[in-house]
C-alpha cells in the first residue's frame, strides 16, 4: 500500500513538472533573438526582460545600452524607472493593512483621512478605499496638476477639492494618478511612517528587491542604471529625468528586471517569495479580481491577443485573457522609460520588459511574443503589426499638421500690445502659469513646460511642446480693458481651464505707502480714511467694516474680499492728492483732504 501511495505522489509530481515544463534552450535563444532585433526595428537603445516561469526565474538578460553616449551596456541588474507597473505595489500596500485590519477597501476615504475632500460633497463622503484603486472616482486624469509641480503631495492631495469630474461617480473606468498618490498617501498615514517606508519594509525587502528605490534622485546614484531617451523627428535623444516623488505611489519605483522577476514570482506564488508571505493569498486574489470595465481604452494593440474578449481593472492590475487564458498586466510610462509587467496566472508564466525610451510600444510587442512561444502556440506577428500601426498613425499625424488649420480666422490682431498680456495667472488646482513678451511671442511657462506661442487669431495664441504638442490660450479682457484671465485646456476631457491675473507684486517702504494715507471725500460727501498697518495700506469707510488693499498695478489696490472693487489714487505735482473709487455701479472721484 505504501509503495502504491508513494508511486502515486511520484505521477503527481511528475505529472506537475509537465505541466510547467522549463522553456528549452532553443525557445529561450529564439527569445533573444527576437527581442534584439525588435529593440533595433523600434530605435529603443535599450532593453532588459525577464521571465518567470513555475515559481522561479528562467531568463533575465540586458540588450542594448543603458547609456548611449558613454557605451554602457544593459544588464540584467541595470535600474529602470517602471512607471504606472507601480501602482500594484501601491494597491499591495493597502492589501498588507488590510490584512493587519487597519484598513476596510469599501469604507469612505473620509473614515481615515479627515481631510480629504473631492469637488462634490456626495462624492467626497462616499467614495472608497477601492475606488481609489480601481479608477473610478469621475474624474479624468488631471495630470497637468502634478506633472512637473514643485508640490508636496500633502499640497497635492490638499488640490483633490478643486478637481473637476467629467464623468459620474463610479459610472466608468477614467485612469487616475491622483487617485493612487492618494491610495498610497493613505497607506502611509495608517501605518504612520510614508508610503514608501511600507513598500520598503513590506515589499522589497521580503522580496530581496535590494536596490529598488523610489526616486529618480536615488535612481541616478546606483553605478547600473538607464539613461532616459526621447524620439524626436526619427532621430533618439537623451532627455532629462523626471522627478514624479509626490505622486510616487502612481509611478515612482526604479527597479531591475532581476529584482521584477521576484515580484512577479510572489504575484504568481499566492503572495509567497522564498518561504515568506508578503501578502495573504486572500487580498492577492481581491488585487487580480475583476471591479470595472475598461471601455475604450487599453484595446486592440496594447491588450493582449484577447479575440476582443473583455478588458477589466482589478486592484493596480488590467484584466482580460491571451490565446483564451487569463492574463493580468500592467505597463508604465514615465519620461524616457517604458515598462511592462504581465502574467498568465494559471500557466504560471511572468514576464517583465523594462526600456529607457519614452512611450515605446516594443514592452507590448515582447510580451505578446513571448507569452506565444511559452505556451507553444503559433507566434503572430506581433513586431511587424504593429510597427506598421504605428507608422501608419505617424503618417497621418505629419499629414494633418501640414494641412491648414480651417479654424483659424485670418486677418485678426490681438487687441493689446503683447505687453500687456504679460503676468502671472493661477487656479487653485493648477497653480500658476507666467506669461512674458519676447520679441513678436509671448512665452508661456507652467511647471517646467515652456511654450513659445504666436498669434492665432484675435485675442488668442497658439505654439507646441515636444512633450505635450499643442498648445493654445485665450486671454480674456475684462470692463476696464485689462487683460485679467487666460483659458487653456490642461485637461482633453474638459472645457478649457480658467486662470485668473494675480495682482502684480510690488515692494513698498513704509514711506512709500505712508504716501497714500489720509482723509478723502468722495464726491464731496461720503469720508474714508487711509491708514496703513504694518506694510499693509488698509481703508475704513463709516459704518463698514475695515478693508485691506492689495496692490494691483500703477497706482491701482484692490480691496480685499470684495471683487470690482479698487481704489485708484492720483498723483499732482508728484504727491498723491485724490482717488478714484471703482465699483461695480461705478466710478467715483475724490480729494484728498489737506492736512
Not at 3 to 28: C, D, E, H, V, Y
Not at 418 to 444: C, E, H, Q, W
Request: with cysteine; proline share 4%.
Amino acid at each position: 500500500m505504501k509503495q502504491k501511495t508513494l508511486a502515486f505522489l511520484a505521477a503527481l509530481l511528475l505529472a506537475g513538472a509537465g505541466i510547467f515544463a522549463q522553456p528549452s534552450s532553443a525557445t529561450l535563444e529564439e527569445i533573444t533573438t527576437f527581442v534584439e532585433q525588435a529593440r533595433q526595428d523600434w530605435q529603443v537603445p535599450g532593453v532588459a526582460v525577464g521571465i518567470v516561469q513555475g515559481g522561479r526565474a528562467v531568463y533575465a538578460k540586458g540588450f542594448g545600452l543603458r547609456d548611449e553616449e558613454a557605451g554602457e551596456p544593459v544588464t540584467e541588474n541595470t535600474l529602470f524607472a517602471i512607471g504606472s507597473s507601480t501602482k500594484a505595489m501601491t494597491a499591495l500596500s493597502v492589501l498588507q493593512l488590510a490584512d493587519d485590519g487597519l484598513v476596510e477597501l469599501d469604507k469612505p476615504v473620509l473614515d481615515y483621512l479627515p481631510g480629504f475632500r473631492m469637488h462634490d460633497d456626495y462624492v467626497t463622503r462616499h467614495l472608497t478605499v477601492r475606488d481609489l484603486l480601481c479608477h473610478r472616482s469621475g474624474l479624468p486624469r488631471h495630470d497637468a496638476v502634478w506633472y512637473g509641480s514643485e508640490d508636496s503631495r500633502e499640497e497635492l492631495f490638499q488640490k483633490l477639492r478643486y478637481l473637476e469630474p467629467n464623468r459620474g461617480f463610479r459610472e466608468v473606468f477614467q485612469y487616475q494618478n491622483l487617485m493612487y498618490m492618494t491610495a498610497g498617501y493613505l497607506a502611509g498615514q495608517l501605518a504612520h511612517s510614508s508610503w514608501e517606508e511600507q513598500v520598503q519594509e513590506r515589499i522589497f525587502r521580503p522580496l530581496a528587491m535590494n536596490r529598488a528605490n523610489f526616486s529618480v534622485e536615488a535612481m541616478q546614484k546606483d553605478p547600473d542604471h538607464a539613461q532616459p531617451y526621447n524620439k524626436e523627428g526619427g532621430k533618439v535623444k537623451r532627455m532629462d529625468f523626471r522627478n514624479i516623488d509626490a505622486v510616487g505611489p502612481a509611478g515612482s519605483v526604479n527597479a531591475s528586471v532581476e529584482e521584477m522577476c521576484h515580484w512577479l514570482i510572489a504575484q504568481l506564488n499566492g503572495g509567497k517569495y522564498e518561504g515568506t508571505e508578503i501578502v495573504t493569498a486572500t487580498s492577492l486574489d481581491e488585487s487580480h479580481k475583476s471591479v470595472i470595465p475598461v471601455v475604450g481604452q487599453m484595446s486592440g494593440y496594447l491588450a493582449f491577443d484577447n479575440n476582443s474578449s473583455p478588458i477589466t481593472y482589478g486592484l493596480g492590475w488590467f484584466i482580460s485573457t491571451h490565446k483564451g487564458r487569463p492574463a493580468i498586466q500592467h505597463g508604465g510610462n514615465i519620461d524616457g522609460f517604458s515598462a511592462m509587467v504581465a502574467f498568465l496566472p494559471q500557466d504560471s508564466i511572468g514576464v517583465v520588459v523594462l526600456t529607457n525610451l519614452n512611450g515605446t510600444m516594443l514592452p507590448a510587442v515582447i510580451r505578446n511574443y513571448i507569452f506565444d512561444k511559452m505556451l507553444g502556440e503559433e507566434v503572430r506577428d506581433w513586431n511587424g503589426e504593429m510597427l506598421a500601426m504605428i507608422r501608419k498613425m505617424e503618417d497621418q499625424q505629419e499629414s494633418q499638421e501640414e494641412e491648414e488649420d480651417l479654424k483659424r480666422v485670418k486677418g485678426t490682431q490681438p487687441s493689446h500690445e503683447l505687453a500687456a498680456y504679460r503676468g502671472i495667472f493661477t487656479n487653485p488646482a493648477y497653480g500658476d502659469i507666467t506669461v512674458s513678451p519676447g520679441g513678436d511671442s509671448l512665452y508661456f511657462s507652467y511647471h517646467t513646460l515652456e511654450v513659445a506661442l504666436g498669434h492665432y487669431h484675435y485675442d488668442v495664441f497658439a505654439g507646441n511642446n515636444p512633450l505635450i504638442g499643442p498648445v493654445k490660450v485665450a486671454f480674456h479682457t475684462n470692463i476696464d480693458g485689462d487683460v485679467h484671465r487666460l483659458s487653456t485646456v490642461m485637461e482633453p476631457a474638459l472645457d478649457a481651464i480658467s486662470f485668473e491675473r494675480k495682482a502684480e507684486e510690488k515692494a513698498f517702504t513704509e514711506a512709500e505707502l505712508d504716501a497714500f494715507t489720509g482723509e478723502y471725500l468722495i464726491m464731496g460727501v461720503q469720508k474714508l480714511t487711509v491708514s496703513r498697518k504694518g506694510g499693509e495700506l488698509q481703508m475704513t469707510v463709516p459704518g463698514q467694516p475695515t478693508y485691506t488693499l492689495e496692490y494691483y498695478k500703477g497706482l491701482e489696490f484692490r480691496l480685499k474680499g470684495l471683487k470690482g472693487f479698487s481704489a485708484l489714487f492720483q498723483k499732482n505735482g508728484g504727491k498723491v492728492s485724490g482717488l478714484v473709487m471703482i465699483q461695480p455701479n461705478g466710478q467715483f472721484k475724490g480729494e484728498k483732504v489737506k492736512e
